[in-house]
Structures are given as structure tokens and as C-alpha cells.
């Protein structure tokens, strides 16, 4: 097991004795790889792909497909500590060993979670369960769950215990955010006009794949398309005067990076200058406002006041910014939904995207990690209004 | 709109003429892109992000999130064809642009869904529903539907209807492969003793996405990890003797690859020759047998009764292939369940792998586009067991 398996384990365990339930049901891929240091290669391809952790103060049990048994044994993890479903055969040399054993043991994920509970509680406990990770599943696990064990909706609670990170993951998150602007940088300098958006966000996806990363989202577009926000690049060719605007992010090692910049090619207009100063202005007001203490809402409210007084008004947005870790997009949204206060350890994309249909788009989203005296920047790369020689 | 989008619309309606359905309603990423040639960036990110499509003879309406409505107009579909829901905020110079006018209209997928089937049909009649691509949803929908309209299960009937590919998929399927080929050959000259399976792994994907793919599935192992069937490339590195098995896929312009190779580190044994040979025979029996008609469970049995006979046996497998397109897996699945009889124009991966634990792991898998007379292959690397000087 990893140092960075280890101690989120230990979060999760900790977390978990202080938490208003025996155990916790963990469902979604992220909430999982935290309780198991497992990561299927086939949870990140379909949608429809099922697993389950159950974290008990007598240890975590892995529910999964046979064929994820092979990879999370190889991962760490004890074959007595996993319930399988489904029929995938693995051949062994040694015929007594685990996965041999595993094949049709459970026709599907609800009866093996229900095996799962069996095993490691007893009649009057209660578990806290990842509803929201078992999307539509949660009627039929529920329904198959043993007499007399109590259930409770844990979804916010798992995503809390995820939010202050460790230095592990920091460090990934960091390195994430390095190769996202890497890609951003390289791309930038083949920026010209003719070149299109397809063939930069070929550069940021190869600088990406080059330091270790799998590129996620590889936003690049230019000129009025800049103003769709998430579109996939086209064969548009950049022209003089565009915006280019870039929002990327690749995984490393299951952590997330997503990163905001723009450029424009050639001399920017006044226009585009005078509002990328306005929303420039609102992700500095954040960094200038962030420390332990002040609320995901008030963070809001800085951010649109700020790019508001600068001159950008309306201003209107759903949120800006996030928690980032091993989903790109991890509660406390920087919205007024969220009164959630920062914490240190905490870790965040500050953003002030301005989508305007027929005129652009621009942005600039960084990564930073909330300190006790206020934060650190995770990404590096100059944050101005970029402009491409033309 | 593009010709392969307006090709895979006309085969769409075309079968819903036929279908005991007035209209369909498509949810799943890969059926709401045939129904409307839209793929979503965020639809390929987070697993609950909600879309559908309802397909009728007057039209087609997709129902959407408003952040998507910007991408989806710029893709070709008319504002007046979107239902959104939530909120998320385009400015426009033509301050009365659809895009700007669509937020808050719903509060989520399941009232803008009713919303599309108030505006499309009249009570009694018919919906046939992508179940399988609402999840969870379908309950909450088919409470939500306007009082007089009928349903039925229309899940296999999608994927039936897309079964069949254009020449344009057929190309972009081609590409794909091309691809996942070129990264494996990329990767066996990088091959020798001390480098690891991340480091080739990084080949495949550098040559994936110079050639405007998406990698998806990059796995690299090696040694006794070779039988780990799909487990994440780690920092073993290659020893003389070892197995090398890649297992990648990319996306192309919406469509899959999924190629499989086997490499041995140096000479092969005897043992390791042995066995590729098994399966290799395995997977050219099926190339010798398929033509329209033949069943996909027949297609199942001459792969496994081909290796046993070849002296691996028992050959156990729960499938020896499947269906390829906008979706890695689409039915038919080359296994017992599928009664299926093959068409031309079909696409699949045949495959025939065999992974022993303690010892390692070996396959090979191609893609084959079904003709009239047989089958073309869309693959065209060398299928022998690959040696690696050393």
C-alpha cells in the first residue's frame, strides 16, 4: 500500500469515528479509490460500472466485478476483502488462490453488497452510505440490506472527509496542474494565425500524456467560439484579433487538474482588455480575500462585486470556483449555495469565466491550497491576458 | 451539420418508420449523439450528467443542460429544438438569442423531458425509451410524462438501430484502430529489459493523440502482471522472458478502438509459444467463419472449441468479442447470450484472451466491419506473438 493510500485510509477511518453511523458504504470511483486505494481501469470507461467500498473500524471490504479482483488484489488489497460479482475468469497457477474462486458468486453488485454487510456488521448498526455514488442503485440496495441494519444518507459526509487534503495529494494536484499549464504554455507558442484549435489542443494533450497525465478536457477555442464555454475544438483556424481561450485539466495518478487561460492574437482590443482586466481583478480579489475562516459564499460574492466595480456588469455566474481533488469538481462549490467556511488544507479552482455569444469568451481559473495564513498558488503560469505575436 | 451526423439521423428515423413507437426518447451519451449529432465535453466527464433526445417524425428536441446550449447550437441544432435546464449564463450581443433566454426554464432533466414530450406529442401515443440510458432516472420520468402517453422499453431497440454502420463510422472506426496500432508499434520499438509499462504506456498515447485521438484505455502490462486482464500501467519494468500485452483504445470524432497485442521479451518459450498459438488460432477461426448470418453465440463457440483443440483447455471466457462503435462494447456481445445473427455492415473486436495468474496474461483482438462475403479487417498489424529483441 502507498503512503498516499495509507493516510487517506486513516482520514477516512478517523472521520469515521467520530461519524453518527458504525460504517460507511462508499459507491462512487472517487469515494472508493479513497477507501481502497483501488482504481478500476473500467469504473473511468462506463458509466454503468458498479463498485462499493464498506469501511468498518474492522476494515473495508471491496465490492466489485470478478474482474476488477485480479488488478485489486495486484493493488494491495487482501482477497478475503473482497466480494465479487459477475463472471470474468481469471486462471491461476495456484488453484486455491482468490480469483479463481470469485466467478458467479453474486449475480450482481446489490447482492454482494448485502454479502458485504452481512459479513462485517451485525443487527442495530447503522451505516452511512454514499447515496449520491449509487445514483439509481440506492432503492434496490436498500431494499436488500439485512434485517435490523440502519442506513443514513452520507454523501456530503464522504465528500467533507475529502476535503482537507494531505501532502500527497497536494503534491498531485500540483503536478496535475503543472502539466495542464505546460500544455497551455506549448500551445501558446505555436499560436498563430492559420494554426486551428484542433492542432493546439493536440499540444496541450501531448504535454499532458509527456509528463504522466491523461488529458480529461482539452477546452481550446477561438474567436466568437471562445464564448461556448465547454465546447470540443474544431478545425476553426485562429485569425487576427481572436480570443483564444483555454480550459484544460488531466489526471495524474486519479487527482485532477483544471486550468484557465487567454490569449488574444495579435494586439488585444481596448474591449478585450478593459474585460479581461474586470474578470482578472475578481480572481485576484479571491486570492487577495481567501483564508481559513471566510465562507465558499463570500468568495462568491468577492469575486462577482470585484469584476462588477471593474466595469463587467452584469456579472452573472452560477459559481465561481470549486474544490478540486480526485473529482475535478468537489464540494464547496464556490457558490451562495455554500456557506461552507475554508478550511486550511483545503484545495481550490478560483474562476472568473465571461461567456458573451457573437462577441467571445475568456477566463482565468488557477489552483490554489487554502494555508493557515491564507494560500498557496499550485498553478505558476502568468495569469494576464496573453497575447500571440501576429 | 455534417454528413455522418444527417446519415446517422436518416437511419434513426428511418427505423423508427418501422418501430411499434411513434417516437424514442435517447439518454444515454452515445444515443443522444446519433439521434442529434451533439456530444457533450461534460457529458463525457462527470457520470451524472443528464441529457436526452426525443426523436420524431416532425423533428428531433434535445433536452439538455443550459451550459450545453451554447456547444449544441454551434453544432447545428436549432435554439428552438433545445429544452434546458439549470442554470448557467451565456451574455449575448442579441440580448434576444436563445441561449440567454434559456436559464431557470426547468429545474432538471426529468420537467424539461416532460416539457419536450408536451411540445411533441398527444396523448395516446407511444414512446420508445432508452431505459438503460436514464439509470436511476427512469421511475422519476415516467412519473413526470404528460397523462395519456404510452411507453415501452426501447434500450435494445437503440442499440439495434445502430447496429449497422455508415461508411462514414466505418471510417472513423478505421482511424481509431489505425491508431491504437500505430501506438503499439510505437511502443515495441521503445521495448526492452529496464523500461517500464508507464513509459510505454506513454507511447501508445503520444501516438494516439497525434493523430487527433482521444486515448481512453491504455493498458501496459507485463510479466505476471500480464494476467491482471485491465489493470493501470505501473513502474515495472520489462525483464527478459516477460509478456507484454497491450490492451488500448482511443476515441476518434465520437468512435472507438480497442486493439489487442502480445509481445514476449526476448526468445519466447516454448510454454509462451504454445499457448499464443491457441489463442491465435482461436481468433483466426472466427475471421475463417464469419459471414451474415452466422449467430454471434456460434461465433462464441468455434473461438473457444478452436483453442481448447489448439491444447489450451480448458478455455474458459464469459465473451470472445463484441460490438464496436460509438459505444467499446455494443451488443452483440460475441458470447452464449446472444442469439444475434451477425449482418453485413456490422462491426466488431473478436478476441480471444487468456489471462493465468502466477504465470501471465496474453491476447490478441482486432476489429472487423462484416461484408457480404465475409469480413474486411479494419486492423492490420502483425497478429503473431511479437518478439522483442533482447
New interface residues.
Partial sequence: MTALTEARKTRLTTALGDAPFDAFLAA??ANVDQATGY????G?????HQMAALVTDSGTTLVCPV??S??AI?AGLHGDDLVCFG????????PA?A??KLVDQHDDVVQAIRTAVQRRLRPGQRIGVDV?GL?????AVQAALPDGIETVDASSWATTVRAVKTSGEIELLAKAAALAEDGIERALAQAKPGVTE?ELA?EV??AM??G?G????V?VTSGE?S??????PSARQLRHGDLLRFDVGCVVDGYWSDVGRTAVIGEPSAEQTRRYDAILAGEQAQLDWVRPGVSAREMFDVAVRTVEVAGLAPY???HCGHGIGSD??EPPIISPSFDTPLESGMTFCFETP??????GGMMVEDTVVITDSGYELLTHSDRSLRVVPA
Fill in positions: 462512487s470511483p482504481r478500476s481501469v473500467s473511468q470507461l462506463f458509466r454503468q474482474a476488477d485480479g488488478p495486484d463472471r470474468f475468469y481469471f486462471e491461476s497457477v495456484d488462490a480469483p479463481t449520491d445514483h439509481g442503485l440506492w432503492p484542433q493536440t494533450s501531448h500524456v509527456a504522466g491523461s488529458p480529461r478536457f477546452v467560439r464564448a461556448l464555454a465547454d465546447a470540443a452573472r455566474r452560477q475535478v469538481y465571461y461567456y458573451q455569444l457573437g462577441w
